[in-house]
C-alpha cells in the first residue's frame, strides 16, 4: 500500500508540473483562445465549507499552526508549481494523508502585477497547491484556500520571497 | 463657359476653402461657454460660490467670464442649510431654480456645478462625483471616499482589517468592497445613505473585485469555491450566484458595459492575462487583441466607447485605451487601476499610492489624493 502512494506521487508529482507548463505554453501560443476549450481541468475539487473560528489573518490567527510546513515559491507571474518545490508539497501530502490535521493554504504575490488579478493569482496558486496534494492522495475536505494578493508580503519589495503560498494546520 | 484656368483654380480653392473656415469659427463660438458666478447671499456663501466657480473653472470648455450677449448666469443664496441656485441663459431666460438640502455645503455646491454644465452642454462634468479607494492611514487598509477634486475625503470602514477592492454603484448610493474582517476575503455591501452594511458574497476561498451593476441591482465577482477562480453574477443582496465562466484560468477584475448586457474582465494562465468579454447572462467569451501580453484590470467608459485598463510594458504598469470602434490600443501614462469620469473623458488611477486625475484629451494629470497608499479606486458615473 505504501509502495503504490509512494509510487503515485512519483509518477502524478511531475506529470502535474509538466501539464501546468504545457498549458501555459500553449496559452503564449494562442493568446486568441476560447476559455470553454479548458473546461476539462480533471482536478478541480469543490472547496470545503470555512471554520472561521480559525483563520490565517484576524480574528482565529492564533488557532493556527504556521510552523508546521515551510513556504512553496513560485515563479514571476506563475501559479505552477515549480520542480525545485516538489519535494515540500510531497512531504506536505505524506503528512496529511495520515494525521488529522486540517490546512489553510494561503496564496500570495509580489507586488509587480496590479491589485485585483494579483488577489486572484494568489488564489490560484493557493488552489494549485491543493490539487496537486489531492491528486497525491490527500482528502480535499481537509485543505481550504484563501488569498492575500499582494498585500501581506513577506518582505515588503523582494518580489521573489512574497510570491508564495504559506501553510498553516489546525485541529 | 470659357473662364481662365487661374480662376477656375480660384474658384475650387473658394469652394475648398470656404465651408472648412465657417466650420471652424462654429467650432470655436461653441466650444467656449462663458459664465459668471454672481456673489452667493447668505451665510458661507462666498465659499459656495468659490466652489461652484473652481468646478466650472476647471471644466473643459467653460471660462469664468463675462462678454456681452454670450454670458450665462449662476445665481445663489443660502438659507438653513440649502443652497438655491438657478442658472439665466445669455438671452436672459431662467433655466433652472433648484434647491440643494442633501448633506454638506460642499456637497449642495458641487450637486449645483453638476446641474449647470448638464443644463448648458446636455452632458455630465466631474463635480457632484465621488471616488472611493483602498487606502492607509497605519495599520491595515480601509475605503475612504472623496469628492472628485479629492476633498472632503473620510473613512466609509473601520473593519481594522484589509478591506480592499471597492466599487461604488453609478449613482453613488451602494458600496461593495472586499474585506477580511471575519479572517477570509468576503465581498461586503453598504449602504452609503444609511450607512448600514452585510455580507454578500462569504463562499469558502476568495470572494473579490465586485463590479455593482449599472442599474445598481446586480453584482459581478471572481469567487473560488468551484476548486478554481471564476467569475459570477449575483445580487446585490446577496444569496446565490450564477457562475458566468468555468475554466481552469484566473478570471478576475469584471466591469460592466454601460448598457449592463456585457461584462469586460481579464483572464490567463499566468503571465499572460488578456481582456474578454462575455455576455452579463453567460455565454462564450471573446477576446480583445490589445497588442499588449499582460492586460488587466478594465474598467468600460461610461459612454460605452471605451476600454480603460492595465498594461505591463517596459517591466511598468501602465495606463491604457482599447477603442472599440478603431480596435485600437493607446498606452498613456504609468499607474495602475484606471477608471473613467462621468465624462467619459477623465481618468484617475494610482501611482505610488497616490490617486491622479487626467484629462485623457490633454494628457495632464495632477495628485488630488497623495499620502494615503491609495489603492483601487472607484468612480460614481452620474
Known sequence: MKFIRLFAVAIIAPLLVASCQQTKDDFAADPNFNSTSYDDFANVEPLPQRNESVSFYGPGSERLDKSMFQPVYFDYDSYAIRQSEGAKVENMAAKLRTNRKNMIIAGHTDAAGTSEYNRVLGERRAQSVRSTLIAMGVQAAKLQTVSFGEDAPAQPGNDSANRRAEFGVYD | ?382
Open chain 2, 1 to 382: 463657359m470659357n473662364k481662365s484656368p487661374i480662376l477656375s483654380f480660384a474658384l475650387v480653392l473658394v469652394a475648398i476653402l470656404t465651408p472648412v473656415a465657417d466650420a471652424q469659427v462654429v467650432i470655436r463660438k461653441s466650444s467656449q461657454i462663458n459664465i459668471e458666478v454672481e456673489r452667493f447671499g447668505g451665510a458661507n456663501g462666498s465659499q459656495a460660490a468659490a466652489l461652484v466657480q473652481q468646478d466650472l473653472r476647471s471644466t473643459p470648455g467653460f471660462k469664468l467670464a463675462r462678454i456681452a450677449g454670450s454670458t450665462w448666469i449662476a445665481k445663489g443664496g443660502i438659507s438653513g442649510n440649502a443652497l438655491n441656485g438657478s442658472l439665466v441663459s445669455p438671452d436672459g431666460h431662467v433655466r433652472f431654480s433648484r434647491r440643494y438640502s442633501a448633506g454638506t455645503l460642499a456637497g449642495a455646491a458641487h450637486l449645483f456645478s453638476r446641474d449647470i454644465i448638464l443644463e448648458i452642454t446636455g452632458k455630465l462634468g466631474l463635480p457632484g462625483s465621488k471616488i472611493v479607494f483602498s487606502g492607509s492611514r497605519g495599520k491595515g487598509r480601509e475605503i475612504f471616499i472623496c469628492d472628485h477634486h479629492g476633498e472632503n475625503l473620510r473613512a466609509l470602514t473601520a473593519d481594522n482589517s484589509l478591506a480592499v477592492s471597492p466599487s461604488i454603484s453609478p449613482d453613488g448610493g451602494t458600496l461593495a468592497y472586499t474585506s477580511y474582517r471575519s479572517g477570509y476575503p468576503d465581498v461586503w455591501g453598504m449602504n452609503l445613505r444609511t450607512g448600514t452594511r452585510s455580507r454578500l458574497f462569504s463562499s469558502p476561498g476568495t470572494n473579490t473585485g465586485s463590479a455593482i451593476s449599472p442599474d445598481g441591482s446586480k453584482v459581478a465577482l471572481t469567487m473560488s469555491f468551484s476548486g478554481n477562480p471564476e467569475l459570477y453574477v449575483g445580487s446585490i443582496g446577496g444569496g446565490k450566484a450564477k457562475a458566468l465562466t468555468k475554466t481552469m484560468q484566473v478570471e478576475s477584475s469584471p466591469t460592466w458595459s454601460p448598457d449592463g448586457r456585457k461584462i469586460a474582465y481579464n483572464a490567463g494562465t499566468g503571465s499572460n492575462p488578456q481582456l474578454m468579454i462575455i455576455s452579463s447572462s453567460g455565454g462564450n467569451p471573446s477576446t480583445l487583441k490589445t497588442g499588449y501580453a499582460y492586460n488587466t484590470e478594465p474598467d468600460w467608459s461610461p459612454d460605452g466607447q471605451r476600454l480603460a485598463f492595465n498594461v505591463r510594458s517596459g517591466g511598468n504598469i501602465r495606463v491604457a485605451i482599447y477603442e472599440f470602434s478603431s480596435g485600437k490600443t493607446t498606452v498613456l501614462s504609468d499607474g495602475e487601476s484606471p477608471v473613467w469620469g462621468p465624462d467619459s473623458r477623465h481618468l484617475i488611477y494610482t501611482q505610488s499610492g497616490n490617486v491622479y486625475l487626467l484629462d485623457t484629451e490633454t494628457g495632464s494629470a495632477k495628485a488630488i489624493v497623495t499620502g494615503m497608499r491609495a489603492k483601487e479606486p472607484s468612480w460614481t458615473k452620474r
